[in-house]
């Protein structure tokens, strides 16, 4: 008996979605919060805004999003096998801390623990899926997801906390895209 493997454009499909949506989130919060600032406010600050709509912009978003990742890692996870798999298992598991941040804002217990959480969780999906891209010659996404590392570790040393944690979500977010084409199309 030959087991049929359907194909992942659709999940990928959901992971484009997923990242365009926290994209937009990302700049209405931010635009609707003043008093916050790239590089020198972390992320979650936007989370427990004085300003309602930045605030629930953005918890909202966590949710939405997370949700939407937690989706696309687990079609990728089902749909291969190896490191891909555990990169989707990785990134599903990072969606579950996402949607989590959002229930958790900032200065609440919980969050310092889903935000770590996700943080982690993510990095080693882009890790497994750097190594399944450059061991099947997929060298573009292979490179993507080695920059968006770099990058990411690169600006938490070089500058500051906030600033990397920054570069590191825009950089997720240029690897859930990269990633998700290679769904649709690969």
Sequence with gaps: MTEVKHSA???????????LIFSVVWVV???????????????SDLGVSKVDTAKNVFNYGCMITGVLL?????????????????????????GICLALIGVFPSGEKLH??????????????????GYADSKAG????????????????ISIAAVSVPMGE??????????????SLKLIFG
Excluded: Q
């Design 112 to 129: 310092i623990l889903f935000a770590l959480l996700f943080f982690v969780l993510i990095a080693f999906a882009i890790i497994s899926a």
């Design 70 to 94: 937690l989706i696309y890692g687990a079609g990728k996870a089902y749909r291969f096998d190896g490191a891909e798999c555990a990169s989707g298992t990785l990134a599903a598991l990072a």
């Design 166 to 179: 920054a570069i590191g979500v825009a950089g997720c977010i240029a690897w859930i895209l990269a990633d």
């Design 138 to 153: 997929r060298l573009l996404n292979a490179a993507v997801c080695a920059c968006v590392l770099t990058a990411a570790v």
């Design 9 to 19: 454009a659709g999940f990928g499909a959901i992971g484009i979605f997923a990242a």
């Design 29 to 43: 919060a931010a635009s609707a919060d003043p008093s916050w600032t790239f590089g020198s406010d972390a992320l």
